[in-house]
């Protein structure tokens, strides 16, 4: 079955600089990767999300990149500012099963 | 997207009892699932509620231990059965969007249970 690898598991970085976070995904028939944000206390908020057939998707600071060869996908954050600090979970699913397989997670704590 | 509630928010219970967790949304929705997040640790699909017949279990998971109820499109119910400290958890259910060539879930707010 679908395995999904995440790292790192914990990542700190200077307001204003970038963090990224990477997921690596072993089932080739997945073709939808969902990342939510999760902050203490609250339910994962979806932020961004990428189909198999987009090698990147962008929304304000946030991007993502897919490389389906390569089989990882990758959560790219600029600018980073306090209120981003949480944890981030990338997904991946097979288009119409609705099945996710979370990776592990990543602690970003953004230092002001 | 849907707005999802439920109850209740936290609990703390006593081992060998059960609670039963609802899931409430404010439109029908054809998916539904039930999701476990042990402390510091990912989500873990439980299971996926179908309407008008039982539940999907995934591996590990089994329906004598989480019955799952799904009586109509807005509404489910996930209950703990006969519990034990290891059931210390978060239980989210989330539905899927029904919007057509998406597959995005949406979470509710969580219920965290304290096994004692």
């Known amino acids: 079955g679908e395995n999904v690898e995440q790292h790192p598991s914990t990542l700190s970085v200077q307001e204003g600089d970038s963090a990224v976070i990477k997921c690596t995904y072993s089932?080739?028939?997945?073709?939808?990767f969902p990342w939510y944000k999760q902050e203490l206390g609250k339910r994962p908020q979806l932020i961004i999300d990428?189909?198999?057939?987009?090698g990147e998707k962008k929304d304000q600071r946030i991007a993502v990149t897919l490389n389906k060869t390569a089989k990882h996908f990758s959560l790219h954050i600029t600018e980073t500012q306090p209120e981003d600090s949480a944890v981030y979970f990338c997904?991946?699913?097979?288009?119409?099963?609705?099945?996710?397989?979370f990776g592990t997670g990543t602690r970003l704590k953004v230092l002001a | 997207s849907a707005v999802i509630s439920q109850k209740p928010s936290r609990d703390i219970c006593q081992r060998g009892t059960s609670l039963t967790i609802q899931c409430q949304v404010d439109?029908?929705?054809?998916?539904m699932f039930w999701y476990r997040q042990q402390p510091g640790q990912s989500l873990t699909l439980i299971a996926t509620?179908?309407?008008?017949?039982?539940?999907?279990?995934e591996s590990g998971f089994v329906i004598d231990k989480f019955p799952i109820s799904r009586p109509n499109l807005t509404f489910s119910t996930l209950t703990v059965s006969n519990m034990s400290p290891e059931d210390s958890s978060i239980y989210l259910c989330?539905?899927?969007?029904?919007?057509?060539?998406?597959?995005?879930?949406?979470f509710g707010p969580g219920t965290r249970l304290t096994v004692l």
């Open positions: 997904a991946a699913s097979t288009s119409g099963t609705y099945k996710y397989i």
């Open positions: 990428i189909r198999s057939n987009v």
């Open positions: 439109s029908q929705v054809t998916m």
């Open positions: 089932d080739s028939a997945s073709n939808y």
């Open positions: 989330s539905v899927g969007s029904d919007r057509r060539g998406t597959d995005t879930q949406y």
């Open positions: 509620a179908n309407q008008g017949s039982e539940a999907t279990y």
